[in-house]
């Protein structure tokens, strides 16, 4: 368990990322001052591991498989902890760390805001950052929690987030996929907090890419499950 005080903790999901996450590491420790690094490993076969925590990096294994999965086994792990802000981002390098001081910065200055995400659709995408089908996926989903779930936002499926600590402490996450993005908009303005979109530049990815046509569906079930759970809660109350 984490029972360190540090004001933000860096959590990253990985599986077989050892090609991106020694640039996604040290460009982070470029840009935060003072961070603790936390990797969840779904049981790497290649050299992520060993990367990581050549790096600096804590390093905790999943017990089962999943993004989800994987940011809720890190939430637990650090609850002990003394923290201000949570960043989540992929260890792929396709997101700028460069734009983390700016997301945090406007926390500091945002008391109503819970949660800072990249937004990646402000800038023109080359084709082989953003394949078409799951542009068209994303906007659909979006569309999709914007009407089910009230919450808006041009880009809800981002891996680069800044969150307050506080609101997710004591998360326990339903989701145990890719899903967990959904879930996590849908927590920040349930717990009362807005969120705030920063436009983002966004690069290929380096290796191979997990996310498949076929999590869309899952995105979806979640959305939906969410706009359940909030519509049984109202009613209760």
């Known amino acids: 368990m984490i029972e360190e005080t540090s004001p933000v903790l860096v959590i990253i999901a990985t599986l077989n990322e050892e090609s991106g996450i020694g640039p996604s590491l040290a460009e982070l420790q470029m840009v935060l001052e003072d961070a603790k690094y936390l990797v969840v490993d779904g049981h790497s076969r290649d050299r992520t591991v060993q990367i990581a925590k050549n790096m600096g990096a804590e ?4 017990d089962q498989t999943g993004k989800g999965e994987a940011i809720s086994k890190a939430i637990k792990h650090a609850k002990s902890g003394t923290f201000e802000y949570a960043i989540f981002i992929d260890a792929d ?3 700028p760390a460069k734009s983390l001081p700016e997301m945090i910065e406007f926390l500091d200055v945002n008391p109503d805001v819970g949660m800072v995400s990249g937004n990646r659709f402000t800038h023109s995408l080359e084709l082989e ?3 078409s089908p799951f ?3 994303n ?3 979006a569309w999709a929690q914007s009407i089910l779930n009230g919450v808006h936002l041009m880009d809800p499926l981002t891996g680069l987030r800044v969150v307050r600590w506080d609101i997710i402490k004591n998360w326990e996450p339903r989701s145990k996929g890719f899903d967990i993005e959904a879930e996590l908009n849908h927590r920040i303005e349930r717990e009362g907090y ?3 979109e920063l436009a983002i530049s966004y690069r290929p990815r380096i290796g191979d890419k997990k996310l498949k046509l076929k ?3 899952t995105i979806l079930k979640r959305i939906v499950q969410e706009s359940i759970t909030s519509s049984m809660s109202k009613t209760k109350n």
């Open 59 to 62: 390093i905790i294994f999943q």
């Open 93 to 95: 390098y396709t997101y």
């Open 129 to 131: 950052a953003m394949k």
């Open 135 to 137: 542009f068209v996926g």
């Open 139 to 141: 906007r659909f989903l």
């Open 194 to 196: 807005s969120i705030h």
């Open 215 to 217: 999590d869309g569906f």
